[in-house]
């Protein structure tokens, strides 16, 4: 996108030189501004997280886009998904299109990962499991069950598992 943008920017500069200040040869240059359509189309589907090469579909198109779907709703809701998940799901969907030919393995997951910009990272903190709508209850409960407690004796459970992590071993 920076080699479209800078040659836009610069209607009146001979490719050749911007070539040169971008360190290309002024062959890709041409190249990447002849196909700027499409360049820009797979860069709005993918959005900045894709680092593809190339704007190849898959030969499951619909599979994956059910299974990316999918993958967006769980993370929407805090629900943690990886690729064991991820692999079972897209079984399950291609039994429902009626993919025979279709194979879950992990070179599948691992590319259909890459596609997306789909990394699986372990949801952590106190925002990511607890909506705001269960708290207000436990929040009105809570004195009451700490009243016959000293505030000393009350901890979080966050901090004793990090002080459990540095104990000597």
Known sequence: MKIIEEVEKNPGE????????LG????????????????????????????????????????????????????????????????EKAKIIAAQLNMDNFSASNGWVSRFKD???????????????????????WLESLPSLLGSYEPRDVNNADEMGLFFNVLPD
């Open 115 to 137: 596609r997306h910009g789909l990394v699986f990272k372990k949801l952590a903190g106190e925002s990511a499991e607890v909506s705001a709508e269960s708290t207000d209850a």
């Open 24 to 87: 290309l040869a002024a062959s890709t240059l041409n190249l990447v501004f002849v196909k700027k359509d499409e360049i820009r189309q797979q860069t709005e589907k993918c959005g900045n997280a894709c680092k593809r090469k190339t704007g190849k579909e898959s030969t499951f198109a619909e599979l994956e886009t059910v299974l990316f779907t999918l993958y967006q709703q769980a993370r929407a809701s805090n629900i943690p998904i990886d690729g064991t998940t991820l692999r």
């Open 14 to 21: 001979k490719r050749v030189y911007i070539a040169k200040r």
